[in-house]
């Protein structure tokens, strides 16, 4: 069984930084594009971020490009979100996702009907001006 584990959310102030990390286990990590999503109060789950099997390549909503990075460390099961220049409006419970296919292509994650089949419970970020 697949199992996503997000933790490193908090309270941060804005143009601070977080680093979000999501364990994964129950299958081989190492095989899956991974991404972020999030959350905010009143509005629909977000594409965020998305990286391939082996990290080589990664896509970013236009929100959060040259601020967010993604990576992952297959050796260790973990998929990271380093966020700097937070804002208010980065406000929002951030989950961690995962395909059911090794096959699902990272940038899939982007698109309006994202393949995802596994979700993480999220963690909390909460930006203050």
């Known amino acids: 069984q697949v199992q996503l584990i997000e933790s490193g959310g908090g309270l941060v102030q804005a143009g601070g930084s977080l680093r979000l990390s999501c364990a994964a286990s129950?299958?081989?990590?190492?095989?899956?594009?991974m991404g972020w999503f999030r959350q905010a109060p009143g509005k629909e789950r977000e594409f965020v971020a998305a990286i391939t099997w082996n990290g080589t390549s990664t896509y970013y909503a236009d929100s959060v490009k040259g601020r967010f990075t993604i990576s992952r460390d297959n050796a260790k099961n973990t998929l990271y979100l380093q966020m700097n220049n937070l804002k208010p409006e980065d406000t929002a419970v951030y989950y961690c996702?995962?395909?059911?296919?090794?096959?699902?292509?990272?940038?899939?994650?982007?698109?309006?009907?994202?393949?995802?089949?596994?979700w993480g419970q999220g963690t909390q970020v909460t930006v203050s001006s």
């Open positions: 129950g299958r081989t990590f190492g095989f899956y594009a």
């Open positions: 996702a995962a395909p059911g296919s090794r096959y699902t292509a990272a940038q899939s994650m982007s698109q309006p009907r994202p393949r995802v089949d596994y």
